[in-house]
């Protein structure tokens, strides 16, 4: 059972997803198993059990064995029928478990005390023949050889099979009319019984699931987080280095100022691949702490129009100059902080020379960041949160590899949305102050500049021999501006930007990953599997090994996404979607 267990459950909410003809469920269905779970259970798994799913399950591993060339793990129809025949060498898994097993299957930890005493988990699969079902525990426990020393008894409506504890190692059950739970080790005995208060009566466990976007899933997990960190630092506080480092932040505030979390694991239209997330966090918690709570406008669906279409990945996002800001402060914050502690640990025998060498590192982040800030002012004339103050709007990074002039070149830029066009033609300038400081050489036209000592350095390579392994045309830096975007980048996406290429709007598949995103959704990162797979082919050539790899990985999706949002509440949903190549 044990084995049939890690095998079917498991091994399943591991890879997050179930079969696409495996018929998702109602959260009110997936969750029925719910009612015999302690309602102080902080963790709870479930999972369709459908007669259909491990067929499906075969078919999709088949399909990406297919897009690699190899196949990726043994069918999981085989290894059930292994861990069937473990049990009974005549038998097979549906004549052994599928005639009685029902539509769910769970796993659970019984309370934060069980589970940070024992570890264990719970197993909690729904069964439709009860008869049936003891039979196969009856197979299960002669399979050990030692059935003479289980012990059987009623108890609390059900049947219970008792491992001895001195063989440990053995799964204990208890088998009622609908529902069939198992211990993986007797330890400590068999701590189940049937709840007065399940989880289902739990109005945190319902409104959390609730939270979740789609009506239905093949998955759900439930993880009360509040529950088990305050139990986990409880007995293991939060280190004082910590607390001495941040004076101003409560960790330990923060860490228990978020509520549960639901995941949900579905697939979308036959081939998306689909996790969600949800939780929400206490904002008066997190102020109270130190941490800055501030409500993101939703990214501008119409901004995809200046990234180009032959984008391999992308991120887009807002308020781009606070991001940098926030960033460099944290880094001062950081740097200050281990500066006042530096040293103190150097006589300890433990404290290796690579610790050492860290811990200098990070104590003169404070310093590099006053020297960037300082060297930007110097060099530009402006300071640089006066630079940044307009970058307020959508942005986007961008990374390609176009072909350009029948040569593959990379290509990588960010565009800004343009605010105030007066703040971002002062920007230009302080960039090109900042060129004309260094000596560098640059062409202006109009608006657009175009730096092209990479380029030039690149070709100086290649005329002695070098292996640069990048084509020159790639290599060509631009940055300028009009009415609507600020573009900094390699010329390709630049140029596409200005003169109105062909983009990621007008990409198939960006718009069919965008009919799955959050709407709404605050931050994205997006993923081309087709682009992504070509330019690491091309990078294959310089680094063979690795970049075949990652591209053989791409070539099994068509596209990847990743988009966040959260309400002035507090409450923050996440998807991840991955579309299978057809």
């Known amino acids: 059972m044990k084995k049939f267990l890690t095998t079917l459950l498991l091994a399943v909410l591991a890879i997050g997803i179930l079969p696409v003809q495996a018929q998702v469920a109602s959260t009110d269905e997936l969750t029925e198993l719910a009612a015999y779970i302690p309602e102080e259970s902080p963790l709870f798994l479930v999972t369709r059990s459908d007669p259909g799913f491990i067929e499906t399950l075969d078919g999709l591993g088949a399909n990406v064995a297919g897009q690699v060339g190899f196949p990726v793990a043994s069918p999981l ?56 079902a003891s039979k196969y525990i009856n197979l299960a426990i002669e399979a050990t050889g030692h059935e003479d020393d289980y012990t059987v008894s009623e108890f609390a409506g059900g ?168 960033t460099l402060n944290m880094l001062t914050l950081i740097g200050e902080a281990v500066s006042a502690r530096q040293g103190e640990y150097y006589t300890d025998p433990m404290y290796y020379y690579s610790q050492a060498d860290a811990e200098q590192a990070m104590a003169m982040l404070d310093e590099t960041v006053t020297f960037l800030r300082l060297a930007y002012q110097g060099l530009s004339g402006t300071p640089l949160e006066e630079s940044l103050a307009w970058m307020t709007g959508d942005y986007a990074v961008y990374l390609g590899f176009p072909l350009v002039n029948d040569e593959r070149g990379l290509d990588v830029g960010v565009i800004q949305t343009v605010t105030d ?74 140029e596409s930007a200005f003169n109105g290429g062909e983009s990621l709007a007008d990409s198939a598949i960006f718009q069919a990953a965008s009919a799955y995103m959050l709407p709404e959704t605050q931050a994205l990162v997006y993923v081309n599997g087709d682009n992504l797979s070509i330019g690491l082919d091309w990078l294959a050539e310089q680094n063979p090994r690795d970049a075949a790899e990652l591209a053989m990985l791409a070539n099994i999706m068509e596209s990847a996404s990743l988009t966040a949002s959260y309400d002035e509440t507090g409450t923050g949903l996440v998807r991840f979607v991955v579309t299978l190549s057809q």
């Open 77 to 132: 129809s085989e290894a059930l029928e292994d861990s069937a025949t473990l049990i009974d060498p005549e038998g097979d898994f549906e004549t052994l478990i599928g005639r009685w097993l029902g539509d769910t299957v769970a796993i659970a930890a019984l309370s934060p005390d069980q589970f940070f005493s024992t570890g264990s988990l719970y197993a909690f699969m729904s069964v439709t023949d009860e008869l049936t």
């Open 159 to 326: 049947t219970l099979y008792a491992a001895p504890q001195d063989m440990s190692w053995y799964s204990s059950y208890w088998l009622a009319e609908d529902v069939l739970v198992v211990s993986d080790n007797s330890y400590d005995g068999f701590l189940y019984e049937p709840p007065q208060a399940t989880l289902a009566d739990s109005t945190t466990f319902t409104e959390t699931l609730g939270l979740l976007p789609e009506p239905a899933y093949h998955a759900l997990a439930y993880i009360d987080v509040p529950v088990l960190m305050d139990r986990l630092l409880t007995e293991n506080p939060m280190d004082e280095d910590v607390a001495t480092y941040f004076p101003d932040m409560d960790f330990e505030a923060v860490l228990t100022s978020t509520s549960a979390q639901a995941w949900g694991f579905t697939i979308l239209e036959g081939r998306s691949l689909t996790v969600d997330f949800a939780q929400t966090v206490d904002i008066a918690a997190m102020e109270a702490a130190g941490f800055d709570w501030s409500a993101s406008t939703s990214i501008n669906a119409d901004f995809a129009s200046y990234v180009p279409a032959d984008a391999a990945l992308v991120l887009q996002d807002s308020d781009l100059g606070a991001s940098i800001l926030e």
């Open 421 to 494: 066009p007066a703040a971002a033609e002062s920007f230009s300038q302080a960039l090109q102050a900042i060129l004309d400081s260094w000596g560098a050489s640059y062409q202006q036209e109009g608006n657009i500049v175009t730096l092209s000592s990479l380029n030039d350095l690149v070709t100086r390579a290649q005329e002695a021999d070098l292996e640069a392994g990048i084509s020159p045309i790639s290599l060509d830096i631009l940055f300028g501006y009009d009415d609507a975007i600020f573009a900094l980048g390699t010329r390709s996406g630049v």
